[in-house]
């Protein structure tokens, strides 16, 4: 009995499951439909989140500063922080000295919507299954590997 010669031939390298960018893929996805309940109760999608995250670390940023932070494009950031805006929970502003310049600095109901958000983080490390030092090392881990990527590019 002859092989089909179109059947694809195994490749352990090319296997979905031994993918580190499947891995990482899969687990974001999943990560973020853990996040997705918890930040329906603030308003907020899961990138309005990472926004906030680095506005309640250091308020009045520049949109550029921000999308660095981000790892994003500036383009892509722009629509989030408008809808942020128009929910109240932050404000626009050009920049006296360079009016191309966009600060972002939070609102009096942003700032109080961090106190709302505190138990997030606690609720992730409980999905997650895992105590909190090894959640730490896997931060670092990937960390580490994003540096490594990011000097290749």
Request: aromatic share 4%; glycine share 4%.
């Amino acid at each position: 009995m002859n092989a089909d010669p179109k059947a694809p031939v195994p490749c352990d390298e090319l296997l979905l499951d031994n993918q580190v960018c499947f891995a990482l893929h899969s687990t974001s996805l999943l990560m973020t439909k853990v996040y997705k309940p918890l930040l329906h109760k603030l308003g907020l999608t899961y990138p309005q989140y990472l926004a906030m995250l680095v506005l309640w670390e250091q308020d009045g940023l520049t949109v550029g500063e921000i999308s660095q932070r981000l790892l994003t494009d500036p383009g892509s950031l722009t629509p989030l922080l408008k809808r942020l805006e128009a929910e109240g929970l932050l404000k626009r502003s050009r920049s006296r000295e360079d009016e191309r310049v966009v600060l972002v600095q939070l609102s009096d109901q942003g700032r109080a919507l961090q106190a709302r958000a505190k138990d997030v983080p606690h609720c992730i490390l409980a999905a997650s299954g895992e105590n909190l030092e090894r959640l730490q090392q896997l931060q670092a881990d990937l960390l580490e590997l994003r540096a490594n990527l990011q000097k290749n590019l």
